[in-house]
């Protein structure tokens, strides 16, 4: 099982930018899905979630009002829209997966499946 983000690359402050997560090997649609971020130097932390049912979801308090996250179970993908980037969202963003009709979660010990990241660099 992997999971497989994408749509990382260069954007300028002000603009949006729209991460994708794809699983290979089986569908995580009603697992609860996160977004996590790890800036070089710094300490992974999370960004938002959603639930199993797509019904809730919860962001980090720097992120709240700027990205949402989102999933298309047609397509078995799991969305981070990224508007207005600043430099200090500058990392590496992780997609995660959790359990079957999870929670949506900020916590990462509920995630037990994790893609290898897409890079992304926000220039002022």
């Known amino acids: 099982v992997q999971l497989v983000e994408s749509g990382g690359g260069l954007v300028q402050t002000g603009g949006s930018l729209r991460l994708s997560c794809a699983p290979s090997?089986?569908?995580?649609?009603?697992?609860?899905m996160g977004w996590f971020r790890q800036a070089p130097g710094k300490e992974r932390e999370s960004v938002a979630a959603?639930?199993?049912?797509?019904?809730?979801?919860v962001y980090a308090d720097s992120v709240k009002g700027r990205f949402t996250i989102s999933r298309d179970n047609a397509r078995n993908t799991v969305y981070l829209q990224m508007n207005n980037p600043k430099p200090g969202d500058t990392a590496g963003y992780y997609c995660?997966?959790?359990?079957?009709?999870?929670?949506?979660?900020?916590?990462?010990?509920?995630?037990?499946?994790w893609g290898q990241g897409t890079r992304v660099t926000v220039s002022s």
């Open positions: 090997g089986r569908t995580f649609n009603t697992n609860s």
């Open positions: 959603i639930s199993g049912s797509g019904s809730s979801t």
């Open positions: 995660a997966a959790g359990p079957m009709y999870g929670p949506a979660t900020l916590r990462a010990s509920e995630y037990a499946y």
